[in-house]
């Protein structure tokens, strides 16, 4: 069965530093990309970014650019999501999910952890 | 960037009714579109692929329609557990999630 599971909630202080994580079972974690997702309180769904876990690459929106960084290390089937320095509008909820990809052309994001929820306060 | 708008952002409807959302993209996306479900305090569930293909376990009352820039999602007859918030994604250029539409009881 394939899982995706996520880290638990962090609370966090402005200017504090962080990284989530996201460990895939269940497939063969290096050969999906995994993207990252966030769904501010009340609010709809934001892409962030995408990351191959067998080579590395890594894709971000253009919003996202320069405010986090998307790692992996397939070696623990783990993807990661890191801030250097948060800020109070980071509160959000964040989902990793499979990107899957069928007859070469047609992809969809099938396999979603249930979240891990920042809460960044002073 | 592509932008991906919704419409409606919200509808108030009874169960047993035929429900229709549209999504239309700010250029061509051929059929690069997915329709997911998501239910207040969980993620979000695919529902649709390549703008017309069925998820696997998906019930066939949902239906998905279009190609270019205009879209729809089509719920047959709505039941209880329907009532939800749904969002398109585009998957032609990087990714973009429309604002989504909330589904709720009349």
Same mark, same amino acid.
Request: aromatic share 12%; hydrophobic share 35%; with cysteine.
């Given at each position: 069965?394939?899982?995706?599971?996520?880290?638990?909630?962090?609370?966090?202080?402005?200017?504090?530093?962080?990284?989530? @994580?996201?460990?895939?079972?269940?497939?063969?974690?290096? @050969?999906?990309?995994?993207?990252?997702?966030?769904?501010?309180?009340?609010?709809?769904?934001?892409?962030?970014?995408?990351?191959?876990?067998?080579?590395?690459? +890594?894709?971000?929106?253009?919003?996202?650019?320069?405010?986090?960084?998307?790692?992996?290390?397939?070696?623990? @089937?783990?993807?990661?999501?890191?801030?250097?320095?948060?800020?109070? @509008?980071?509160?959000?909820?964040?989902?990793?999910?499979?990107?899957?990809?069928?007859?070469?052309?047609?992809?969809?994001?099938?396999?979603?952890?249930?979240? +891990?929820?920042? +809460?960044?306060?002073? | *960037?592509?932008?991906?708008?919704?419409?409606?952002?919200?509808?108030?409807?009874?169960? !047993?009714? /035929?429900?229709?959302?549209?999504? /239309?993209?700010?250029? #061509?996306?051929?059929?690069?579109?997915?329709?997911?479900?998501?239910?207040? !305090?969980? *993620? $979000?569930?695919?529902?649709?692929? #390549? *703008?017309?293909?069925?998820?696997? #376990?998906? $019930?066939?009352?949902?239906?998905?329609? #279009?190609? !270019?820039?205009?879209?729809?999602?089509?719920?047959?007859?709505?039941?209880?557990?329907?009532?939800?918030?749904?969002?398109?994604?585009?998957?032609?250029?990087?990714?973009?999630?429309?604002? !989504?539409?909330?589904?709720?009881?009349?």
């Amino acid at each position: 069965e394939v899982q995706l599971v996520q880290s638990g909630a962090e609370v966090k202080k402005p200017g504090e530093s962080l990284r989530i @994580s996201c460990k895939g079972s269940g497939y063969t974690f290096a @050969s999906y990309w995994i993207a990252w997702v966030r769904q501010v309180p009340g609010k709809g769904l934001e892409w962030m970014g995408v990351i191959y876990p067998g080579d590395s690459a +890594t894709t971000y929106s253009p919003s996202f650019q320069g405010q986090v960084t998307i790692s992996a290390d397939k070696s623990i @089937s783990t993807a990661f999501l890191q801030w250097s320095s948060l800020k109070a @509008s980071d509160t959000a909820m964040y989902y990793c999910v499979r990107r899957d990809v069928v007859r070469g052309i047609i992809e969809y994001f099938d396999y979603w952890g249930p979240g +891990t929820l920042v +809460t960044v306060s002073s | *960037a592509i932008l991906m708008t919704q419409s409606p952002s919200s509808l108030s409807a009874s169960v !047993g009714d /035929r429900v229709t959302i549209t999504c /239309r993209a700010s250029q #061509g996306i051929r059929n690069d579109l997915g329709w997911y479900q998501q239910k207040p !305090g969980k *993620a $979000p569930k695919l529902l649709i692929y #390549g *703008a017309s293909s069925l998820q696997s #376990g998906v $019930p066939s009352r949902f239906s998905g329609s #279009g190609s !270019g820039t205009d879209f729809t999602l089509t719920i047959s007859s709505l039941q209880p557990e329907d009532f939800a918030t749904y969002y398109c994604l585009q998957d032609y250029n990087l990714w973009t999630f429309g604002q !989504g539409t909330t589904v709720e009881i009349k």
